[in-house]
């Protein structure tokens, strides 16, 4: 059962894109479907999204990742290619005990791009690299 459930997900969250694109509605036909796949993050990511804490960090190269505003006010970068968040909650629930499929900041990212309520924010190649570095220099 564990294997289908991404494409579950894959596919709730298309059906929310569809939905914001064709009438801008929110999200609350589909909480309950968010919180049976999501468990505990769904709530808490929908309120990162409410809160416009998403943010998509684009270089002129077109490389690309996300940077969200948590709750506690610090930022952790996404990486939505390949399912990851510097959080340590990430590291935690979905890595070391595989307790959920996303933590709240990455489900947050998939909903705000389902809903196009990320904002943007363009820099420059060394600009993406000191973000991402940065990341690599909190873990050291």
Known sequence: MDSTLPAVAEELLKEIKKAFQETSHGTDMFSFRLKFIFGPSAVPALDLVDQRSVTRVVSPSGRTAYQVLGSSGK???????????TCPAFGFTVL????????????AVYLSQAMG????LTVSEEQLTGILLAEEEDEG
């Not at 930022?75 to 968040?85: A, D, G, K, M, R």
């Not at 499929?101 to 489900?107: A, D, E, N, R, T």
């Not at 309520?117 to 943007?120: G, K």
């Open 117 to 120: 309520a990320c904002q943007e």
């Open 75 to 85: 930022l952790y970068t996404c990486y939505s290619s390949c399912h990851f968040c």
């Open 96 to 107: 070391q005990k595989s307790e959920s499929l996303l933590c709240k900041h990455i489900l």
